[in-house]
């Protein structure tokens, strides 16, 4: 045999073996993306209980906010009645316990928790699994947001407002942002958990790891949890 045919089939023997062994790696790391992503399911949530709590009166007396959370996670029936009453159906014709211009319902409610990210469904009261990861830590600029139990994200559906300006579209988004923030404080005061809203947040950064469509706007981010003992 030539010398340097020789030489030749020598280094692709070489070489062919780590090749295959990096594809092969590479083709098990793209299958565990694919299986994370599988494993956060549809998190059916209980009914929301609309009975009890403390009288209105009382919650807006004890309204505050609070910036020190334990990492004791919330029960799932709590989580539902926490978001029905920031945004759930109340009415027969899908209308919902906070308004919205236009009644555009354009605001989306996103759940950062421990296991990833959820996207609550309003009309079928139930979290739709988004990201498998925990992304608590890019919700926001504050320490206390990576250990506390629950980091809610209000997404703004511009694609859902028509055709009105950029300028009305920004003051709609915030107003009705506010309404549903609102009610998860008084939610919070009723039944005795710690709560804050937050601007301090790197929206680019939070936009990229949940996904966002051009016309979908972070407008703030609230943070839930027991208070810390």
């Known amino acids: 045999m030539n010398t340097k045919i020789f ?6 023997v070489l070489f062919a073996g780590p090749m295959q062994i990096l594809a092969a790696d590479a ?14 399911k549809t998190i059916e949530l209980p009914k929301p209980q609309m009975e009890g709590g403390k009288p209105l009166m009382q919650a807006l007396k004890e309204r505050k ?11 799932l029936q709590v989580l539902s009645n926490m978001l029905w009453a920031a945004c759930g159906v109340n009415r027969g014709d899908g209308k919902r316990t906070a308004p919205t211009a236009m009644n555009k319902q354009e605001i989306d409610v996103y759940v950062a928790m421990e296991d990833g990210l959820y996207l609550y469904d309003v009309v079928l009261n139930r979290l739709i699994g988004i990201v498998a990861r925990d992304v608590r830590e890019t919700t926001g600029k504050q320490p206390f947001v990576k250990d506390a139990p629950v980091n809610l994200i209000y997404v703004a559906d511009y694609a ?18 506010g309404f549903i923030s609102q009610n998860v404080y008084l939610y919070c005061a009723s039944e005795g958990l710690a709560t804050v809203v937050r ?22 981010a609230q943070t839930v949890g027991y208070p810390k003992k």
Request: hydrophobic share 50%; no cysteine.
């Open 7 to 12: 030489v030749v089939l020598l280094v692709a």
């Open 27 to 40: 083709n098990s790391a793209g299958m565990k993306d694919v299986n994370s992503a599988a494993e956060l």
């Open 199 to 220: 601007g301090m947040i790197d929206k680019a950064l939070l936009t990229a790891v949940m996904k966002l469509r051009g016309e979908q706007m972070i407008t703030l």
């Open 160 to 177: 859902k407002m028509g055709n009105i300006s950029r300028i009305h579209k920004d003051f709609y988004a915030a107003a009705d942002t």
């Open 65 to 75: 906010t609070s910036r020190a959370f334990s990492s004791e996670k919330l029960p």
